[in-house]
């Protein structure tokens, strides 16, 4: 099983911590955007354009943006799973709709405040409370005929 997460930024650290969990629990292969590798094109916005003057199409046509794109959306041709982890942004709601849309399983998993959420979401296969995270993690191991 290959496994994308999708998340925003600001859960950097809990992106990192399911992708270990992932790995811990079986074979899966993890793409994780918030990992430091060779592979990865992390930067941030500000320290590329000015925030200000440029506007999205002249950003889109930079180097570095179609590069980190690149590597993202190799991790999304190869995953048969994604895990959006919430809350999270554009970006990561697009991925899930690209899974989704090319036959993928998508999962939803984070906190479920009153008022915040998609009712998209019922295009998930399952969505998930982070108390469910073992749980999550069972289900996945059986889908891969490993649990």
């Excluded at 980190?68 to 809350?87: K, M, S, W, Y």
Aim: charged content about 30%; glycine content about 8%.
């Amino acid at each position: 099983m290959k496994v994308y997460t999708a998340s925003s930024w600001r859960n950097e650290v809990l992106v990192r911590d399911l992708a270990r969990m992932l790995r811990r629990a079986g074979d899966q292969e993890v793409y994780c955007f918030a990992e430091h590798s060779d592979q990865q094109v992390q930067f941030n916005w500000p320290d590329v354009v000015d925030m200000d003057k440029t506007d999205g199409i002249q950003t889109l046509e930079l180097d570095i943006s179609k590069r980190a794109f690149q590597v993202d959306f190799n991790g999304l041709e190869r995953c048969n799973v994604l895990i959006l982890v919430n809350p999270a942004g554009r970006d990561s709601h697009f991925e899930a709709g690209y899974v989704r849309g090319k036959g993928g399983q998508v999962f939803i998993i984070g906190d479920w405040p009153k008022g915040e959420y998609s009712n998209m979401y019922h295009l998930a296969h399952k969505l998930y409370r982070w108390e469910q995270i073992g749980e999550m993690i069972r289900y996945l191991k059986e889908l891969d005929g490993k649990g």
